[in-house]
Structures are given as structure tokens and as C-alpha cells.
């Protein structure tokens, strides 16, 4: 169940494909707003020469109704946007399966919950463009059709049988053009639709889950933005109703991934295997349907029976409500109206509350200081914050800008000058080497990737252990930590595990303890304030020789929790820059990072280009295979060095180990029998791992295990697995052998937290050094993440591309009648399309960026230590801080 928006295309695309929409044996399409001076009335049929004409910019009399129609050609207008809601697979099968009075029952229902989205899609996000290059905007009101489809393309289901699944949806034709202030018609800003879709979306499911609560029925949530599926239907029964699904979802298997995990590689999978709607049959598709329904044992009349009579089940809407604000801050800490009016849309399904007051809900909640406006957005609605984020990162500049202020001893410049001379630290390494050896409680040093800060860091902790300070490292990672460890031979551990330390009362901050942090940009505002607060207590505590050192990039990966720490320290004082490349043996290579990192990702890729490292595969699967065929052949040429493949989701790394592992199963690497270990992911995504002697596999927590420990990242490779009563795999790590059973690196519910290691997520691989890398590189890659892809080799990275994945990006950028003109595209647009992704920044915002509009109305004063640390713990269960990317 989804709702969709799409911009709409020219007059000539909907004269071809107007009987699409009128025709057919589909209900007549009907006006469900209309704007004033269009001789359109609500309610009414659409018929196809009023419809096609203000498609193409005219009024139903022929005449202009806007200044710019026939500027620019037909095809650069477009005529209007595309927003479709599809009812849960659930409700589309009673619907198939009901008499004629009870489906027009449940098309009332989707009825409500169409035109409630559409109100809302007016209320907030109709506005009109004008003047040069249409800068200005002013509130205006919507003109939709509506049109009800109940039938997905044909399929090939599990008994052999080719036909339409029943599928309800409605497609919402929003006219482009609003009435303006002055009297005229301008065109819509499609901006604003497109940014309050998941809104629109939320308000639909509820309204449609209030409704059929009403018929009966009870309703049970299944994902987010209000997702659910109604209770009783038999799964088993949505599944065969799901043939084209199951096509999408059987080729995805084939290389290890699911719709879920990659959506833009299952649009790709549904263009490819999307079939020509076939002649409809003269046979009543609802007689067909019930029939299937009882070819697979089932009676139509008992499973509506069913349904209804499922037991009450009802949610708080207060308990649901509540919980808004941590979910809304599990990763930023502003959001806009829309976002709050998505969430507390998505809070009332199932609750059986009227969704119609949601937008009250939302004022009164803004009203009531539950949510602090920031500033407004490009059409005037509130950019939002809660109390909590608010101090928190209030909190964070006033803490740094005391502890700067305290007065410190400085190391000896002699001695420090030695120190530089001695470890060879460039110009840039040692000016960030004497400044962070000032008298200042709190040292920044921001750099490139491969710039030589362990080398810088090597300095630094000699001269403050001799002068005999306590030197400790943090990450947010465990294996960043260790490679600290191992690195500067100092005690590390991840930056969760010394506040946890702390709260129990062990060592963290003592006397003259100093603290490096590494890749201290991807801690979040919440991570950021808790190791501040622990500083300002030791100098509280008259300790003025503990000093904290953070290390990082704020261009790099940005933090998966909310804010950015790094930022608000940085925006509180002054820091080190080391920005001189020194990984990447060659100059090119070094050049085409630092355009990388700048978003200029055009000359990046044209140096890869030229030396033959990007590689184009088609589809998925041969995507895949170019991987592990690239990884392959840099291994034979590293020789004993080092190689690593990168991929942005950990649904694509499971792709790769797939295709990997059959590869070491044919040359006898892997042997013997599979176990299907039941596990999760890093994103808590269940999956089944299988594994056999000669895997090397990853394990995701800290545990110890019979033979020592093992913590978040360490690799190792299974030398036995021992089944029976009790499965045991012994597996050897670079610090020895350790021999567990899976339950006891299981998660609650009893699955395994270990992966393959055969390739590495972009999160993982950021702070990692290999001498080669192969990079697969997709549109939904930013700035951040080529940055850090791009960098971790010193010899050689190969950039591999998924040409059809690339094109359905680019397509989805495009009016619906530029899409329809064929799939090829040349090598050079598809590049330069992907260029544009690769230079967009997605730096966190801070509510620091903001001035309050209106202040809480609560004082904030600083948290009680007691609070502080109900904070963090409840945000770390939301977001689970870890090194490897979301699903």
C-alpha cells in the first residue's frame, strides 16, 4: 500500500493515453476539487475534451487559461501531476471478493481517504509560481480528477494461470494550474506536492483505516507512514493475489536482495518485467477472482465473515502520540509540519480516532510548546524542533565556550618541535600537531581522508605521555577504536562503552586524562553533549589537565543519530586543518577526491573515465558479477595487498557475498553442508545467513566468546561448524580462535548478529586503508558517500555502475511522457545524470542553524545528570548508533 506522486506530462501525452483513464470497464472518473472559472462542478463525470484541454493549458471553451501555454513547445509543459493511493493487497481481495453492495461499501472508504489526502495535498502544499523564472509563490487552490483502477498489470501466478491480481488504486490527476490573487492562472509549484507526499500518504492510510474500522473491520500496522494490512485475511492468500510482486521479488532473490532493500533496483526489475495490459475478457473479473479464491480452497462469503469477526484490537492514540517526538529526532533534529503531520496521521491508524482532526492535533501541539518552531520554510510552514534537541545543542555550545575559557599549561614547544622532526609530520600535520598541544581543554583537527592524522596522532600521544597524561581513544565504532588501539598501542574502546563506563562509576575522565576521538564526525548531538558533560564535571571537580581531542570530517559520512556534534563544536571554536592528501599514490587520484569532497563530481569521474576505471553493467545481477569479477582481478594484481568491495546498503553487500561465495564453492574455498543460520543485519533486518567451512564472516556485537573476545566488526574465517543438540562454529580472528554457539550472539529474539565479510558497506569502510577498491556507485549516493568510497585504496579504485538502475533514477525525474520515450540513453547522459546525484551535500541540520521563532514555553536549564542519562539511553534504542548503513 503506497501512495504515489509523479509529475504529469504534456496535452499531447494525455490525448494518447485518455482512454486509460476514461475508459475501459473502470468507473467513470469523477471532479473531486475543482478551482472557480472552470465550468467544472464536484462530483461530476470527467469527460475526455474538458479533461484533455486543461491538460494542455486551456479552458474547457479552448481559450488560454495560462500566459505560458505554447511557450517552449508542447512538451516542455507539464500538464499536471499524477498522485496515486493503492489500498493494502488485504483490502483490494475483500473487495474482489464482495457483492455489489458491500464493494461499494469499501469504495466509499477508499473514496473518503483519497479526497481527505487531496484536501490536505490543498490545504498545505497548493501554491502557485510567477514572475521571472517563477521566484514568487502564493497560495492558491487545486483542480482533480479522480479515477478508480482495481486491476494490476497480468501475471503468471503459481499454478501457471496468467491474469490480473485485483489491485485498487486511484489515480488523482492534479490539474496544473491554480487560480491566482490577481484574477489569472498560474502553474503549480511541484515542489511543494512532491515534498508533502509522505503527508498525503499518512493521511490516506488513516482515514481508510478509520472507515473500514467502521465497516467492522480491525487493522493491524505492518510499516511505516501508517502501512497496515486488515486482520483475518490469510497471508497465504495475499501472496498467490501478489504475482507481479513475487516476479519483482524472485528476481531480486536470485542475486540476495529483496524489494525493500532496494527499491530503485525493483523499479528497475518492474520497467523490465512489466508486460502490455491485455484485452479485457467479457467475463465479470469479480466472478473470476472469487473463483480463484476458491481454487485455493477458500470461500469468498466465509472470509469476509472472518475478517469482521476478528477480535477488537484497538491502539492508545496517546501512548502512539507520545512517542512522536523521540521517533521524529531518531536521526534530525528539525523537521518541517509535514513530517509532524505524516507522523501524527500514521499515530491514529488503528486507534478507531477520527483522522479528520489530525491537522488540529498538530497546531495544538505546536501551540502547546511540544514542538518549538525554528524558523518556516519556502512556503511559510514551520520548521520544527523538540524542547529536548533544543538544549541539547544549546547546551553543547555553552559547554564548549566554558571550557575553552579555562586557563591550562602548555606542553614545551621545544620538545614538541622535536617531536615533529621526529615522526616526519608535513607543514599542515605539524602546524594541527602545535596547536592541539596548546594550554586549550578541547583540540579539533579536521581532515581529508588520507591526510595522515594517525601519523599526526602518533605525535601528539608521545608528547602528552611523557608529559604524563592518561591518553585514551574513543569511536563510534569498536573496530575504529581498536585500529586506534593497535595504532597509538593505547586503551580504546567505542564511545558508547566509556559513557556506559562512566555511568557505573569506572574510569573514564580522570586527572590529566586526554581523550582522542576518530572520525568524531559521525557523532550524533546526543552522543557529542554527553561527552561534553562529562569533561565540564571533571573541570567542575578542579581537574584542569583532561583535555579532549576530536578528530574528523565533517564532509564525510554525517552521524546516524540527530545533529551533528562535530558541527556544533566547530561553530563554538576554532580548529585544525589538514587537508593535504597523502594516501593515493598517484597526484590524479588525490585531485579526483578532493573534487569529489567539493561536489564537483563531473571532473571526478571524467579522471576515472579516462583511465578506464568506470565499468557499466545492465541490471542488477551482471552489476553484481562485474563487482566480484573487478575484485578478482585487483586481487591477483595486489598480491598480498589488500582489496575491498564498497557498496552503500547492506542489501547489496548481500548480493556480493552471494556471488562470491558461489564463486569459492566451485574452487573448493567453501566446503561441506550449508547451515541456514537464522540472523539479523546491522539494521535489524532478519535475514537467513548461510555459512559453511571457509566463510569469512563479520561479527555485529561485543561478546566473550570460549577463546576471548570479540566486538563490533572483528572478521575472522569458520574452520569447523558443529551441529546436533547444539550448534557451535569455531572461527579463527586475527587475535585468535574463539568457538560460540549462535545463541550466544543472538539479539532477543534469538538471532544471530554476524554477517558475511566479503564486502563492506560505505559506514563500515569509512576510517579503513586497502591497497585496492571497487566501488559500486548508484544514484542514491551523495556527496558524503563517494567521498569516502572514493578513498579508501592507495593504489587503484574502479567505479561500477548499474546502467538500468541509473536509468530508472533519471526517468523518475522526468515528466511521465518523457519516461514513456524509450529506455536507452547514451553512456554520456546517464554520467553526467549521475554526477548531479554524486555532488548533492546532505549535511545534518543543527537546531543551532535556526533563531527560534518562539521559545519553549518551559525554561530550559541544564538536564539533571539523572535525566541526561534517560536520554541517552532511550536514544540509543531508537537508533542503535552503529558502523554499518540502514537497509
Not at 143 to 168: I, K, M
Not at 619 to 646: C, F, H, M, P, Y
Not at 657 to 664: K, M
Request: hydrophobic share 40%; proline share 3%.
Amino acid at each position: 500500500m503506497v501512495a504515489t506522486i509523479a509529475a504529469g506530462t504534456s496535452a499531447q501525452y494525455y490525448t494518447e493515453t485518455t482512454e486509460y483513464y476514461v475508459g475501459g470497464r473502470e468507473p467513470a472518473g469523477r471532479w473531486i476539487l475543482t478551482a472557480g472559472g472552470l465550468l467544472l462542478s464536484v462530483g461530476s463525470i470527467v469527460e475526455s475534451k474538458p479533461f484533455e484541454l486543461l491538460h494542455a493549458g486551456l479552458r474547457p471553451d479552448g481559450s488560454a487559461l495560462l500566459s505560458t501555454v505554447g511557450v517552449g513547445g508542447p512538451r516542455r509543459r507539464i500538464g499536471g501531476y499524477d498522485a496515486t493511493f493503492s489500498a493494502p493487497k488485504s483490502f483490494a481481495l475483500l473487495w474482489a471478493m464482495a457483492d455489489d453492495d458491500f464493494r461499494a461499501r469499501l469504495e466509499d472508504a477508499q473514496a473518503k481517504a483519497v479526497a481527505q489526502a487531496i484536501e490536505i495535498a490543498e490545504k498545505y502544499a497548493a501554491f502557485c509560481r510567477f514572475g521571472r523564472n517563477g521566484v514568487h509563490r502564493e497560495k492558491t487552490r487545486l483542480t482533480v480528477a479522480s479515477f478508480q483502477h482495481g486491476e494490476s498489470r497480468p501475471a503468471e501466478h503459481t499454478d501457471g494461470r496468467v491474469f490480473e491480481d485485483p489491485n485498487l488504486h486511484t489515480h488523482t490527476v492534479i490539474i496544473n494550474a491554480g487560480p491566482r490573487q490577481n484574477g489569472g492562472f498560474g502553474a503549480l509549484d511541484g515542489t511543494a506536492l512532491f515534498a508533502w507526499k509522505m503527508a498525503m500518504g499518512a493521511q490516506y492510510h488513516a482515514v481508510l483505516a478509520f472507515e473500514l474500522m467502521r465497516l467492522g473491520f480491525k487493522i493491524e500496522l505492518t510499516g511505516k507512514n501508517g502501512l497496515f494490512e486488515i486482520r483475518g485475511v490469510p497471508a497465504d492468500l495475499i501472496k498467490y493475489f501478489s504475482a507481479r510482486r513475487n516476479e519483482i521479488a524472485d528476481e531480486l532473490a536470485a542475486i540476495g536482495m529483496q524489494s525493500m532493500d532496494a527499491p530503485s533496483v525493483a523499479a528497475s526489475v518492474a520497467r523490465k518485467s512489466r508486460k502490455i495490459k491485455q484485452q479485457h475478457q467479457a467475463e465479470d473479473r469479480h466472478v473470476g477472482w472469487r473463483d480463484r479464491v476458491t481454487e485455493q480452497g477458500y470461500d469468498a462469503t466465509t472470509l469476509i465473515a472472518t475478517s469482521l469477526a476478528q477480535p477488537e484490537h484497538k491502539e492508545s492514540l496517546a501512548d502512539r502520540l507520545a512517542q512522536i517526538a523521540g521517533a521524529l529526532t531518531e536521526h534530525e533534529s528539525t523537521f518541517e509540519r509535514r513530517n509532524l503531520h505524516a507522523a501524527v496521521a500514521s499515530a491514529y491508524v488503528g486507534t478507531g480516532e477520527d483522522p479528520r482532526h489530525v491537522a488540529a492535533e498538530v497546531d495544538r501541539m505546536i501551540a502547546e510548546g511540544e514542538y518549538v518552531v525554528l524558523d518556516r520554510d519556502r512556503f511559510g510552514q514551520e520548521i520544527l524542533t523538540t524542547p529536548e534537541m533544543l538544549r541539547i545543542e544549546r547546551e553543547i555550545g555553552q559547554m564548549v565556550r566554558e571550557l575553552t575559557a579555562i586557563p591550562g599549561a602548555a606542553l614545551d614547544a621545544g620538545r614538541v618541535d622535536e617531536l615533529v622532526t621526529e615522526h616526519g609530520l608535513n607543514d599542515e600535520q605539524a602546524a594541527a600537531a602545535r596547536a592541539t598541544l596548546t594550554a586549550q581543554v578541547i583540540h579539533i583537527i579536521e581532515g581529508a581522508p588520507g591526510s595522515g592524522k594517525t601519523k599526526l596522532l602518533e605525535a601528539v600521544t608521545e608528547a602528552l605521555q611523557e608529559t604524563g597524561h592518561r591518553v585514551i581513544a574513543g569511536a563510534t565504532a569498536w573496530r575504529v577504536a581498536n585500529a586506534l588501539r593497535n595504532d597509538l598501542a593505547i586503551k580504546a574502546r567505542a564511545i558508547d562503552s566509556w559513557l556506559a563506563v562512566a555511568r557505573t562509576g569506572g574510569d573514564f575522565i580522570t586527572a590529566g586524562t586526554v581523550l582522542i576521538v576518530d572520525e568524531a564526525g559521525l557523532l550524533s548531538s546526543r552522543q557529542m553533549h554527553a561527552l561534553l558533560r562529562a569533561f565540564s564535571e571533571a573541570q567542575a571537580n578542579g581537574d584542569s589537565s583532561s583535555r579532549l581531542i576530536l578528530v574528523g570530517d565533517r564532509d564525510q559520512l554525517q552521524s546516524v543519530g540527530a545533529g551533528s556534534g562535530l558541527r556544533l563544536v566547530a561553530n563554538a571554536m576554532s580548529g585544525s586543518k589538514v587537508d593535504e592528501i597523502v594516501r593515493q599514490h598517484e597526484q590524479w587520484a588525490r585531485d579526483a577526491i578532493t573534487h569529489f569532497g567539493k561536489g564537483r563530481a563531473r571532473e571526478a569521474l571524467a579522471a576515472y573515465r579516462e583511465r578506464g576505471l568506470v565499468l557499466e553493467a545492465d541490471g542488477a545481477a551482471a552489476t553484481v558479477k562485474a563487482l566480484v569479477d573487478a575484485w578478482e582481478q585487483t586481487r591477483v594484481g595486489a598480491g598480498n595487498g589488500s582489496a575491498l568491495i564498497i557498496a552503500k546498503s547492506n542489501a547489496q553487500v548481500r548480493a556480493i557475498s552471494t556471488e562470491v561465495r558461489r564463486r569459492l564453492r566451485d574452487r573448493g574455498q567453501i566446503v561441506g553442508a550449508e547451515l541456514l543460520l537464522p540472523a539479523v543485519s546491522a539494521s535489524h533486518q532478519e535475514v537467513t545467513l548461510p555459512l559453511a567451512q571457509g566463510d569469512r564472516v563479520r561479527f555485529l556485537t561485543r561478546a566473550t566468546l570460549d577463546g576471548g573476545e570479540i566486538v563490533n566488526g572483528t572478521e575472522g574465517r569458520i574452520e569447523s561448524i558443529r551441529s546436533g543438540t547444539r550448534v557451535e562454529l569455531t572461527v579463527a580472528t586475527q587475535n585468535g580462535r574463539v568457538r560460540f554457539s549462535p545463541d550466544e550472539i543472538a539479539d532477543e529474539q534469538g538471532r544471530a548478529k554476524l554477517a558475511h565479510a566479503y564486502a563492506s558497506t560505505i559506514h563500515l569502510a569509512q576510517g579503513t586503508t586497502v591497497d585496492q577498491a571497487v566501488v559500486w556507485v548508484t544514484p542514491g549516493m551523495d556527496r558524503h558517500d563517494i567521498y569516502v568510497s572514493a578513498s579508501r585504496a592507495r593504489a587503484q579504485t574502479q567505479l561500477v555502475i548499474d546502467r538500468r538502475a541509473v536509468e530508472t533514477s533519471l526517468k523518475a525525474s522526468l515528466p511521465l511522457s518523457e519516461r514513456r520515450r524509450g529506455e536507452a540513453k547514451e553512456f554520456d547522459e546517464r554520467l553526467d545524470f549521475l554526477a548531479t546525484q554524486l555532488a548533492r551535500a546532505r549535511l545534518k541540520r543543527t537546531t543551532q542553524d535556526f533563531a527560534p521563532q518562539m521559545e519553549p514555553q518551559v525554561p530550559l536549564p541544564l538536564l539533571s545528570a539523572s535525566r541526561e542519562q534517560a536520554q541517552q539511553d532511550d536514544a540509543r534504542k531508537r537508533v542503535q548508533v552503529r558502523e554499518i548503513s540502514l537497509d
